[in-house]
């Protein structure tokens, strides 16, 4: 379809789109508004915002865009780290990342049983990832969530975290909620070994005890993989999310008319969450067969590899398909 799309008459406004939305927090609406605006490229969007910076310090005329108008400052932040950002991480720089976010909380929580994971393309298995996605909790059974904000002040201190573009607010008093940040970091020279290493885009996630299996499954993806297996827990009866597994009915409703889309689901929870202590639990409750991280992919060499396992299973027979597990429906 994309292909088709590029060769049609409105390929070329594709294409410079498509170049645009690699800015960070760039979609689709702010690619249209720059194209609307007559700029083709991400080096045009830079010189614009120059241009305007340099307009608005020598004139007080309000009517001038400003950058402010043109991006939003995580968009700018965006902008200025566009080709540190483009680079893929390797497996041991994610490493290197998540061993300083480790070292700050075990020093912020003066102990060091406070559960810290990376997840993502890192925990599925793959050689680089895009960024690094960090999920905290401190299993400690008072169910409270542990607070990011001093670990975050500490690494800014540090040096290591160098943009901010989102974040946390306080835990709630009763717990129970997530906190949720994202920034740019960048590992210290000294800490690589006296080699200079790129920005790069950290997401950090505080979450409750109770919640560390959903969380742990949610964001360890991949994002179609996880469309799935909710697709899978909506046609159960179930919603599945980062904040558990819940039995639901879902009503079709008209939407009002300020919103594009005209139905919504409306969903009626009809029970609590299922409590689940591991990511095995999940896939059991809802009747599948357990699957590791590396194989949670919609990339066929990993089907393919999924089959051969199964195949060894049965013994070279090349069964079926295993739909096993406990309790399937
Ligand atoms: P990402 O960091 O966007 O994806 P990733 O880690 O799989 O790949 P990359 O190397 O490019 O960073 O998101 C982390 C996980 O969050 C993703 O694997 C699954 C989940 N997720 C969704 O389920 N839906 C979404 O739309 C997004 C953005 C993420
Ligand atoms: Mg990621």
Redesign the pocket.
């Known amino acids: 379809r994309k292909e088709q799309l590029m060769a049609g008459p409105n390929g070329e406004q594709l294409r410079i789109m498509t170049e645009l939305q690699e800015i960070w927090g760039v979609g689709k609406k702010k690619a249209q508004k720059l194209y609307n605006l007559g700029l083709r490229s991400i080096e045009d969007v830079r010189k614009r915002i120059h241009l305007d910076s340099s307009n608005s310090s020598n004139s007080s005329n309000s009517e001038t865009t400003n950058q402010k108008c043109l991006l939003t400052t995580g968009q700018l932040i965006g902008l200025n780290r566009h080709e540190d950002l483009q680079e893929r991480i390797p497996r041991k720089e994610v490493e290197m990342i998540t061993s300083i976010v480790r070292d700050a909380v075990n020093k912020v929580a003066g102990r060091n049983n406070i559960l810290v994971e990376t ?4 925990r ?1 298995g ?1 050689k ?4 690094v ?1 960090v999920l905290i909790s401190d299993p400690t059974p008072s169910g409270t969530t542990f607070d990011l904000r001093n670990v975050l002040n500490k690494l800014r201190e540090d040096d290591f975290l160098t943009d901010d573009l989102s974040h946390p607010g306080a835990p709630s008093v009763e717990g129970g909620k997530r906190q949720s940040y994202m920034g740019v970091c960048k590992v210290p020279i000294e800490k690589n070994h006296g080699n200079e290493t790129f920005h790069r885009r950290i ?1 950090v996630k505080s979450f409750p005890h109770t919640l560390w299996s959903y969380a742990l499954l ?6 179609h993989f ?2 799935s297996m909710r697709l899978w827990a909506k046609k159960l009866g179930w919603t599945l999310s980062d904040k558990g597994l819940s039995p639901v009915i879902r009503q079709r409703q008209k939407r009002d008319s300020s919103t594009t889309y005209q139905y919504q689901d409306d969903k009626v929870w009809t029970g609590d969450s299922l409590e689940c202590n591991s990511e095995e639990e999940i896939f059991h409750a809802l009747g599948l067969v357990y699957v590791t991280p590396p194989m949670r992919t919609s990339d066929p060499s990993a089907m393919k590899m999924v089959k051969l396992v199964q195949e060894d299973e049965d013994g070279g027979s090349g069964g079926s398909g295993g739909s096993g597990g406990s309790g399937g429906s």
């Open positions: 997840c993502g393309s890192y599925r793959n680089s990832s895009g960024d996605d997401d949610y964001f360890t993806g991949s994002d996880n469309r």
